[in-house]
């Protein structure tokens, strides 16, 4: 028999997001996310998605073992911009076991009903810098922190309840060339005709300092740049604070490009990262004792992969080539440090205009991930 279990306090919660570090224990391709940030997510007075969105967790226990876990999101002002009224699913995992999947799921369209919603769909979180998508391709290669990872079984359990796709995203691992690689010599000739020809000047960053000038302009025109896509909903100052808090010490000022117009307007950036994803497998996502050690030697030790967290045009710029001035910033550091490869971050399969970007490079398509959407 299972019993599911709706939970509030902070020690359940820790257990809520314990369940997953325990139910991947021994796969080596999944990588935890910061425990410490996952349980202020859930955190009514940290978490200022809560000022707009209402959230309920679950557990699902079998002879008072967990065997499962669910958080539903009541997100208004999507469901507002979009004019529907959608409860959204998150942090999904659970053993493979149909009486356990039902019963969590269940509970999420029992409140979904409750809420007047008309459908669920996800896994998608408070916004969407959070993690979103379920894995669907990709299962035997290294996850991220900021993505999930998940068994094959649960793309089963989802058709097998009647959810279908809603949107996928598509990501990339790319083989970085020599500097002299005539790919590179063709792209930096390009991004040096276009900053040209746009009167672009990219702004001087040394360090992690340097950048934070620069921060309320970077939000400001990702908000704008991002508006238009799949769940998204523009990010309040209060949420801004989260997120830098929670990425600013892990970039600097070689894994971050900004430029600016002859009016000094921010008009294009990027960010990355080096890989921390060995880092994470070893402090299980906890800084203490030795985890701020692993996550130091992966920022600031050999490290050959880059993960390409944003960049962002302003829309009214989009598509006149700053892409290739950021990309080239970006991985001409990269390339001198010793990377070796780039991973993008999850893109929407339709954006054809994002995938391009990487034509200069060799590239592999090697995850997918879905949001899945079922009518209630």
């Excluded at 030790?301 to 598509?319: C, E, H, M, S, W």
Aim: proline share 4%.
């Amino acid at each position: 028999m299972v019993v599911i279990k709706e939970i509030n306090s902070k020690k359940d919660i820790k257990k809520f997001i314990a369940f997953a570090n325990q139910l991947y224990k021994h796969n080596p391709y999944y990588v935890p996310d910061m425990f410490s940030s996952q349980v202020a997510d859930f955190d009514r007075d940290k978490n200022p998605a809560f000022e707009y969105c209402d959230a309920k967790c679950f557990l699902a226990f079998r002879e008072n073992k967990i065997v499962g876990r669910i958080a539903a999101i009541y997100n208004t002002r999507s469901n507002e911009k979009y004019e529907k009224n959608q409860m959204r699913f998150s942090h999904a995992d659970y053993i493979d076991d149909a009486e356990v999947v039902d019963a969590l799921f269940n509970a999420v369209e029992t409140w979904g009903r409750e809420k007047g919603c008309t459908s669920i769909h996800g896994p998608l979180g408070f916004s969407d810098m959070d993690k979103e998508g379920l894995l669907v391709e990709g299962f035997d290669r290294l996850s991220q922190f900021y993505v999930y990872y998940n068994y094959p079984y649960y793309m089963e359990h989802m058709e097998r309840m009647g959810f279908v796709k809603d949107v996928d995203w598509v990501e990339y691992r790319i083989s970085l060339p020599a500097l002299d690689d005539e790919r590179l010599l063709k792209l930096d000739r390009l991004a040096q005709a276009v900053e040209r020809r746009m009167k672009l000047v990219h702004v001087p960053l040394t360090s992690r300092k340097s950048i934070k000038p620069h921060i309320e302009d970077v939000f400001k025109l990702y908000n704008e740049a991002y508006l238009a896509l799949f769940g998204m909903v523009a990010l309040t100052p209060k949420q801004v604070e989260k997120y830098v808090d929670e990425f600013l010490p892990i970039v600097d000022g070689r894994t971050t490009a900004m430029v600016r117009n002859d009016k000094g307007e921010l008009v294009a950036f990027g960010v990355a990262a080096p890989s921390l994803s060995h880092a994470q497998q070893k402090s299980q996502g906890r800084l203490f004792p030795f985890g701020w050690f692993h996550m130091l030697r992966a920022l600031k030790g050999k490290n050959d992969t880059l993960d390409l967290f944003l960049i962002a045009v302003r829309p009214d710029l989009q598509g006149t080539g700053i892409n290739a001035v950021l990309i080239n910033r970006l991985l001409k550091f990269a390339i001198e440090d010793g990377v070796k490869y780039a991973e993008t971050g999850p893109e929407l399969e339709e954006n054809k205009n994002v995938q391009s970007q990487w034509r200069y490079f060799d590239t592999e398509q090697n995850k997918r991930r879905r949001c899945y959407i079922k009518q209630l």
